[in-house]
């Protein structure tokens, strides 16, 4: 017996106790788990040259169940791959290879549940992702992927380069499968038309036995080789006490199978090899094309977590170091070429440059930053060299959020898809019980045990779980990827579901309408003021309408001499007060002024629809008028939001006629003004206790209750985070249009999914009937078995080619 080296530890071993492993190309060859184990961790630590420095020493190989342990609670892996949740509990992305259809997804989810410390654990049927939360105290990482493994699949942690190159290995893999199982039924097919030619018009017996063998011989290597998928799921099932649809399809193409073989050397039947050969291959098809599609679908969203660089280039001294991303800290001055793509928050300090913000808000059209701007991770430098200092850490940047906000998303599932689990979990026993009852009808009623059985086979193998499988978790897959891909972050994937169902549309005025920088268009001094002073109060807020005021200070004034303000308190929805060399200052609204006892006299009319009045020791010195001007298609994106029969409704803490003006300018009749925050989801709360299904929309820390109240919560991407944290969607590109593309995208995935689950049902209710009737032969029903599923795959991607008009 020949002998090949370990590719870890270097040691010879007979070839037939090697495992192969497919991920890589070439394969590798090891001799035990740990060894693989260590070899994959290396990989993904970018140790390569480990076994460049190795040369050609032999390693003793540990033990398999040891080194497992070993390598998951690393605390390079652990440190690299696990979260820690606000509660203290571990949190990681895992990608399970192996899945086929919803009853594996419930057999490891059932499995991983009940392992010791696992407090929540969801897998994503559509790219096999796992998310599984832990205490750590209870139980160990290895000990959860033992649990997995020991079912028949395999996990690994999920990485977007390394999920690329296994789904290349898996669909490689699936592509040698399909070429045996095409090039067998192409062959069987010119078989078949001979035998049924010979059939009518006389066939000699050798002849019929030498076509027999051939048909034979083609069928084999595509059961057992092309149809192994199916097997290997079966016995995990069996084994697991679970009848999945892999058992469906090698039940049937095994009985039909075996009853060939009995009747190829008993000649006292017919051989169905033909049939064997196109079911596997048909159904194996229809697997193939939905590995290509929802890997395609998966693409969009991976993207995210791909664009994130692993060093950047930071500033010492006079020196310049690559430093990993997790070890830059807040204040840090990093340097970023054209070229270089941002990973990390902060503020310009050097340069200006040109940057592609398209993977945050979904516009292609470059953006210009300049010193003292903002500077989001995900932003690529187009041109020019810059600098900047970190703001954030790499775990709080913006596009850290966002990823793990995606893969959240993507592990949770909708209401409906629950349900279609729920169903299809049901549906395998339920058709074995009618194969049963099937065959048990024609036996007694035509006598003919061959009759019989290829009745009962069509009705196992025409039956289809996978598409009632598939109807929810691809539509959403390509719902949340189309989405995201426009600058919308659906938190959840059940919100998808939610926003659809909702009926009335709340929308904050500052921030959401309007832009949100009200600019100062006319100012009034009634006395000589020192605008250092007020620079110094309006500063303390960051109340659009105050920074408004300081921008224009900035702007008019030349020399501003820093005035260190004490006492400064802060009147909600009103204004700030402060104490400079025991001098009072108060600035804010005229509700402030008012109940300080200030009388506020406008000799002439201020075309502002905003005021900011300035005071110091109970006497107007200052009148600023301000305006907010509309954002870019809030009119036309609220019309078309009104077009989708949503009633729109505009909540505002401005006065009554800054409110009314806005209002009619985007074409919206009922408006509230001059409402608290406590009162403004007051207001929704009383929406929703008339049964009215309620989105809100809005950006600011005021905006925080009302939000929290809302049936969906939307935050504009360039609010306070805190709005964002208690939101359910993010528009990352905080335009209006996305708001409303949001309402289209899942409105049409959930029509799309109830298309899907209704055509899932209608093609079982009327096929598997034709099929114990017997109007249905093996290889029409693999054939449409396999149809169907592409039928609900493909009813999910129009969801990308009707919306392409947005």
Partial sequence: MSKQRCDHCHLEYD??????????????????????GIYHLLQEEGLENFYEKMGETTLVPPKAHLEESVRFDLEGFVSKYVKQTPEGLSEISLIIEGIHCSACVWLNEKVISKQEGVVEVSINYSNHKAKIVWD?????????????RSIGYNAYPYDPK?????????????????????????????????????????????????????????????????????????????????????????????????????????????????SVTMIVTFVFAGKYLEVLSKKKAVDTLDAYGGVLPTEVLVIQGNEKALVRVESVGVGDVIEVKAGDKIVIDGLITQGEGSFDLSHLSGESEPVLLKKGDKLLSGALCLDSVIRYEASSTFSSSMLTRLVALLEDALSKKPHIEKFANQLSGYFSRTILFLALCTWTFWYFQSGSFETALIVAISVIVIACPCAL???????????????????????????????????????????????????????????????????????????????????????????????????????????????????????????MMQEAGIEIVLEEQFDALSHYFFAIDGELVAIFGLKDSLKEG????????????????????????????????????????GLLPDEKASYIETLRQQTKKVVMAGDGINDTLALSQSEIAIAMGSGADVAVEVSDIILTNDSMKSLHDAFVISRMSLKVIKENLAFSLLYNVVTIPLAMSGHVIPLI?????????????????RIKHVLKGL
């Fill in 162 to 274: 390394g999920g690329e190159e296994r789904a290349n290995a898996l669909r490689r893999e699936y592509y040698s499968k399909l070429l045996v199982g095409v090039f067998a039924t192409m062959n069987v097919m010119w078989i078949a038309i001979a035998q049924y030619a010979g059939y009518f018009t006389g066939m000699q017996e050798n002849v019929k036995n030498i076509l027999n063998f051939a048909g034979f011989v083609l069928a084999t290597p595509t059961l057992f080789y092309t149809g192994s998928v199916y097997f290997k799921g079966a016995y995990y099932g069996l084994k697991n006490r679970y009848i999945t649809m892999d058992f469906l399809v090698a039940t049937g193409a095994t009985l039909a199978y075996s009853f060939s073989i009995y009747a190829m050397f008993s000649k006292s039947a017919e051989v169905y090899f033909d």
């Fill in 634 to 673: 809030a009119k036309e994106s609220i019309d078309a939001l009104r077009a989708l029969g949503l009633e729109i409704i505009m909540l505002s803490g401005d006065h009554q006629r800054v409110s009314e003006t806005i209002a009619k300018e985007v074409g919206i009749t009922t408006f509230k003004a």
């Fill in 781 to 797: 029903a693999a054939l449409s078995m396999s149809l169907s599923s592409l039928v609900v795959v493909g009813n999910s991607m």
């Fill in 136 to 148: 750590s105290s209870l139980t160990k990482l290895s000990k959860i992927i033992e649990a997995i």
């Fill in 469 to 591: 499988s598939l109807a929810t978790p691809v539509a959403t897959l390509v719902g949340l990827g189309l989405a995201a891909k426009r600058g919308i972050l659906f938190k959840e994937a059940g919100f998808l579901e939610s926003m659809a169902k909702c009926d009335t549309l709340i929308l904050d005025k500052t921030g959401t309408i309007t832009k949100g920088k009200p600019d100062v268009v006319e100012m009034k001094t009634l006395k000589i003021v020192d605008f250092s002073l007020i620079y110094a109060l309006a500063n303390a807020s960051n109340h659009p309408i105050s920074q408004g005021v300081v921008r224009f200070i900035k702007e008019r004034e030349e020399l501003l001499h820093v005035k260190a303000l004490e006492q400064i308190k802060s009147f909600e929805a009103k204004g700030l007060s402060a104490v400079y060399e025991g001098h009072v200052l108060l600035g804010g609204n005229a509700k």
């Fill in 15 to 36: 070839t037939s106790i090697l495992l192969e492993d497919v991920h890589f190309n070439p394969p590798k060859f090891f001799c035990c788990k740990g060894c693989q």
